[in-house]
């Protein structure tokens, strides 16, 4: 069966990195100081970290196919064939599939546990996106947008969502940029 698999954005994944760069500059510039061990120990303490999350973001995938959609990550997955899928949202950096019913896979589950996930009075997701979350038929999208945005994924919704292809087109030619 042919499929087609989708990484998280370049720039998402180099976010990883730039996250955790401040921290392995102190590392080293500790290394540097008076006390070395204690540059040693950051550096023993965060380079397995930023290794394991690097790991984990770099093989995230997002894999359509002639039937569905797999949304795989380490740990966790979604799965729903096209026709579940009845709307695709494209508010910038609130990208996802919406399902009409719920979608299928271990990761519905951690996703609805975790849908309240966010910074001190910043959540990661809006109200709406929540409450799609907590009944499962959301897909978050936003790490592989810039594949939708860019248009290469719009061929492959094309063929097998033509429908979702179009709202994409559409939430592109209303977008301001």
Same mark, same amino acid.
């Given at each position: ?10 720039? =998402? ?17 500790? #290394? !540097? ?27 995230? =995938? ?30 910038? #950096? ?12 271990? #990761? ?28 499962? =038929? ?5 790490? !592989? ?5 860019? #248009? ?16 994409? =087109? ?8």
């Amino acid at each position: 069966m042919e499929t087609r698999s989708y990484p998280v954005s370049r720039l =998402r994944r180099g976010l990883v990195l730039g996250a955790f760069l401040p921290i392995l500059l102190s590392a080293v510039a500790f #290394g !540097f100081a008076d006390d070395p061990q204690i540059g040693l120990i950051l550096l023993l303490t965060i380079l397995p970290i930023l290794t394991l999350t690097y790991w984990v973001v770099h093989h995230t =995938r997002l894999i359509l196919t002639p039937k569905g959609v797999v949304w795989r990550q380490v740990g966790c997955r979604i799965e729903s064939p096209w026709d579940n899928i009845v709307a695709l949202r494209m508010e910038k #950096g609130h990208e996802g599939f919406v399902g009409r019913k719920p979608f299928s896979g271990p #990761g519905v589950k951690r996703m609805a546990a975790f849908r309240t996930a966010g910074l001190k009075g910043t959540a990661l997701y809006s109200e709406a996106e929540q409450a799609l979350l907590a009944e499962g =038929r959301l897909m978050p999208l936003a790490p !592989f947008a810039y594949a939708i945005r860019n #248009g290469s994924m719009l061929p492959d919704l094309d063929r097998w969502a033509p429908t979702l292809a179009k709202q994409a =087109r559409d939430a592109a030619s209303r977008s301001p940029e």
